[in-house]
């Protein structure tokens, strides 16, 4: 009777103007009675569940992770998979595991996400616990996939069967083989008209060795064939390895930082067991801490009174310095550590894009710098450091990815942590051999020697080697897009019987890829190319530092990098561009491009004027005699030079930031 009347008092306050300005439809609001009795039913069947999951010995476990190509239907057949042993009602929202505001508007997985499953054997009826960690697609979050594998020994290649195989189908199985994992393909969307079940099955049999007959043909859409990639992968995978009778030792392979519970830490345990209410140590910052609590994720965080040798699972401690944890680190029982050899850990990543994030507003220093405390945490691949720059104040330096994978750092800054941010144009890591043969790293354009001092004898910038899949009559457009941005082919193999689709591999300069590559790629092949690339190694370029000047003063913060044979074209497009963005003063202003001591490109932005006849008129009735008019302008003329001679150039600082941002 109280819910009820509760709800009917919700009615009466909402009616009116409220409820159409909250967007609220009454007659749609839920039964509380009904809805609570419906949660506690969830709530105990996740429980029960739970319980059970951590009695199965680890003989029984399967850790297994799902990759793909960009729009494969990863996400999709995750959900199927979770509604299929349970752990989701039928009615789930999509792309369940995708619980970043990031990820879902714009539909693609930028964090791996851990879920356990329990599933009984057609074979032997027993129940076996199987963890799922679902990944990204996309070449920028390839670092979560990485460390996602070092956590399993099984992982689910999935194709789409219209698509057939990708760019990123190669690089992410290629990763899954050099972590000596156990793989599985399977093909998505085989529901579609259009599927090429077939044709794309042999794909996968020459790419992986799998044979074909092997290969699960499933449907996120229809939940066609889950139930045999289920069985296949407690069939194929093999239990992880790891003893019960040692002391506990884990892998930390994510974290998050959870502010009413403090830290929260992903763990995939190898060895012994762990109890709620016992100590932990870890190896990163040799500190020791209390497990608070410990359990699995179903696929919210539930608690459990162990976990143990084989199980994927998570451990809640109180710390609240986020930087005494390192994903990557081993996690012991206290004192275990003594014994105990720590694992490897993740091999670094290697950022490919360099770009400043500051705070648009000045007094958000401090906010920002707790938000990349807290979003590091959770993003080991991004390389971050304090820089100062004389425009935009105290930010941060990082190391990305790529340019998504910029893009999606600063939206979640936005979105997650409240802090409105700008991130500068990205720039590329340059080797440089000094003059004292001495070799530095340099990241952006202030950093590079210029007179009086000397140029620097070598100057090396990174490669990477692409992989585009595209139609075969699109072969020679996307050639000639390579060639235009200086790459070199190293192959193309057919990838079907009839050779309608080609796989090209070539070596590009980084730095041409990071600008707008991949967006003409989709103009000139429309929408049919995928692509990929990895680090390849560095070679020699000729590289210069352009200067800007404005009426003979330099301006270091507007400086930038240019091939030395290019660079008075891509100088004139930037001093047009900062013309436009500078208002015209009372003087000349003269806008230089200066490489090496000498001008390669100057633009003008003409003085503020006044009508000197008009006013002759006004106060005579009559403009005069021309050569009155002549002599006005010719001593404004002089007035303006003596002016640009003891002023500044007053560039407003809305020109600065539109010059060095995204």
């Known amino acids: 009777m109280a819910s009820i009347a509760l709800r009917n008092a919700l009615k009466r306050s909402l009616s009116g103007r409220l409820a159409p300005c909250l967007g609220i439809r009454l007659r749609e609001l839920p ?34 992770s799902i990759i793909a190509h960009v729009d494969h239907g990863k996400s999709t057949l995750c959900d199927r998979l979770l509604q299929t042993c349970g752990v989701l009602p039928p009615n789930a929202p999509d792309q369940f595991l995708d619980g970043l505001e990031v990820e879902r508007a714009r539909g693609i997985t930028v964090k791996a996400q851990t879920c356990s499953l329990l599933v009984t054997s057609e074979t032997d009826g027993q129940n076996y616990l199987l963890n799922l960690i679902d990944t990204p697609g996309h070449v920028d979050f390839s670092y979560e996939v990485s460390r996602s594998l070092q956590a399993c020994q099984g992982a689910v290649l999935l194709c789409d069967a219209v698509q057939g195989i990708q760019a990123q189908t190669v690089s992410t199985f290629h990763q899954a083989f050099e972590a000596d994992l156990e793989v599985l393909c399977a093909i998505s969307k085989v529901d579609l008209e259009h599927a090429q079940k077939e044709e794309v099955k042999r794909q996968l049999s020459v790419l992986t060795g799998v044979a074909t007959e092997q290969v699960v043909e499933v449907s996120g859409k229809t939940g066609t064939g889950v139930q ?27 974290a998050k930082y959870d502010s009413r519970r403090g830290m929260v830490l992903y763990v995939a345990v190898q060895d012994g067991e762990l109890k709620k ?21 179903y696929p919210d965080l539930s608690s459990t009174e162990t976990i143990q040798s084989g199980q994927i699972g998570f451990v809640v401690v109180g710390a609240k310095d986020i930087r005494s944890f390192r994903v990557g680190e081993t996690v012991f029982a206290e004192g275990g550590e003594k014994t105990g050899e720590p694992f490897p850990g993740f091999r670094p990543a290697q950022p490919m894009v360099y770009a ?53 750092f600063r939206q979640r800054l936005t979105s997650e942590y409240g802090v409105d941010v700008l991130a500068t144009n990205p720039t590329v890591p340059y080797r440089l051999t000094l003059a004292n043969g001495k070799e530095v790293v340099v990241e952006h354009a202030g950093d590079f020697p210029s007179p009086p001092q000397m140029p620097p004898k070598e100057v090396q910038e990174p490669l990477v080697t692409a992989t585009i899949v595209c139609p075969r009559e699109l072969t020679s457009n996307v050639q000639q897009l ?22 090209m591999t070539w070596r590009l300069p980084l730095a041409e890829v990071i600008t707008d590559f991949f967006d003409r790629l989709q103009a000139l092949s429309h929408g049919f190319a995928s692509f990929d690339y990895q680090p390849a190694g560095y070679q020699k370029v000729d590289l210069v530092k352009v200067l800007v000047r404005l009426n003979g003063d330099d301006v270091d913060a507007l400086s ?62 009559h403009s005069g005699d021309p050569s009155r008019k002549a002599k ?6 002089e007035g303006k030079r003596r002016l640009r001679e003891i002023s500044k150039v007053q560039v407003p600082p809305e020109a600065f930031v539109a010059m060095v941002k995204m």
């Open 31 to 64: 039964q509380t009675k009904g809805c609570c009795r419906s949660t506690e039913r969830s709530n105990s069947t996740a429980r029960k569940a739970v319980q059970e999951a951590a009695k199965i010995p680890r003989e029984r476990n399967r850790n297994f």
């Open 228 to 254: 045999d990639l289920l069985q296949a992968i407690i069939q194929r995978v093999p239990p992880p390895p790891g003893s019960s009778t040692l002391p506990f030792k884990a892998l930390l392979f994510d």
């Open 277 to 297: 209410g016992s100590k932990i140590f870890c190896s990163y910052s040799r500190r020791t801490h209390l497990a608070t609590d410990i359990g699995f994720l």
């Open 356 to 408: 400043g994030i500051f705070p648009e507003a000045v007094g958000d220093g401090e906010k920002l710098e707790t938000a990349m405390q807290r979003l590091l945490l959770t993003d080991a691949s991004v390389e971050a450091k304090r820089d100062i720059s004389p425009v935009l104040g105290a930010g941060f330096r990082c190391g990305f990815l790529g340019l998504l994978h910029l893009d999606v």
């Open 482 to 503: 390579c060639v235009e941005r200086r790459g070199e082919e190293l192959s193309v193999e057919p990838l079907d019987n009839s050779g309608e689709r080609v796989m």
């Open 560 to 621: 930038f990098f240019a091939l030395r044979d290019r660079a008075s074209e891509v100088s004139r497009r930037y001093l047009e561009r900062l013309q436009n963005l500078i208002p015209a003063q009372l003087f000349d202003i003269a806008i230089q491009a200066v490489v090496g001591g000498k001008v390669v490109a100057k633009v003008r932005i003409k003085p503020l004027r006044r009508d000197v006849v008009a006013q002759k008129i006004l106060s005579h009735g």
């Open 632 to 637: 006005l302008l010719e001593r404004q003329k």
